[in-house]
């Protein structure tokens, strides 16, 4: 799945002009099928790391190695490409839902750059919309409408309705209450249990944490702490197989 060596990213401070790493010489594995939670204080490189994994930044030096194709080196068309069939990735907050559409609309738009059928995709997005939860009179709603733990619900089926190989969630449960809390961890209790999806979380959040078969802790941009919860077996594959090399569909003219 992946693999990260020597992952480094650097920024220019707007305050001084000085170099500020938010990643410094991060090493990883991920396995296929595994559920990896990155906890670490405010500051510490967990969203960035979340960035890095999907392609929406690269690092300033290492290698991102997704099913054997480095993220760092790509083409922007292939790694768009990688991002729009491989990764899903949902924002802690609903941000990346997008304004002005309901529901199903805006978990149904994901599948569009996958050329499917319009009947296809609304078929999906209600599957997807199931599986996390969110009742079938909401499908219609705007997605302004709804509170915050539904959004992060539908966030997530946005993120999940391709089948995407990986899962990025950056601090899904922060900011909501008790119990719309709870039935975001119970949605990610169940992608491990049950699905053995692949995912990779960042996260403040105990409750989340204790659910996940792996825990990384990240300290100023380092891994300092990677522990296998007890009881937690291997990773199983999630459906793809783990040799399979990640391909954006113009890698002929790449090559």
């Excluded at 305050?15 to 510490?44: K, Q």
Aim: charge should be positive.
């Amino acid at each position: 799945m992946y693999h990260l060596d020597g992952v480094t990213k650097c920024y220019r401070s707007a305050r001084d002009g000085g170099v500020v790493r938010a990643l410094d010489g991060v090493g990883l594995f991920v396995e296929d099928g595994d559920g990896l939670v990155v906890r670490g204080p405010a500051g510490a490189g967990k969203s960035t790391l979340l960035r890095i994994l999907g392609g929406l930044e690269r690092p300033t030096r290492g290698s991102v190695v997704l099913n054997g194709t480095d993220l760092a080196t790509v083409t922007e068309c292939r790694l768009a490409r990688i991002r729009a069939e491989s990764v899903g990735i949902a924002l802690g907050t609903g941000g990346d839902l997008p304004p002005g559409l309901t529901v199903r609309q805006s978990v149904a738009g994901a599948l569009v750059p996958l050329g499917l059928r319009p009947a296809d995709c609304r078929e999906l997005a209600d599957r997807a919309l199931a599986e996390v939860g969110v009742p079938d009179e909401q499908l219609t709603w705007p997605t302004h409408e709804l509170d915050a733990g539904s959004q992060r619900l539908v966030a997530l089926a946005r993120a999940l309705v391709k089948r995407p190989s990986v899962l990025l969630a950056d601090q899904p449960t922060a900011g909501l209450p008790a119990g719309a809390r709870a039935c975001v961890v119970a949605v990610f209790a169940r992608l491990w249990s049950e699905r053995r999806l692949s995912c990779v979380v960042a996260t403040e959040d105990d409750a989340l944490a204790r659910h996940a078969p792996r825990l990384a802790t990240l300290s100023r941009g380092r891994v300092t702490a990677l522990t296998r919860r007890r009881g937690a077996g291997p990773a199983v594959p999630s459906g793809r197989p783990a040799t399979r090399p990640v391909q954006g569909r113009d890698d002929r003219r790449d090559e």
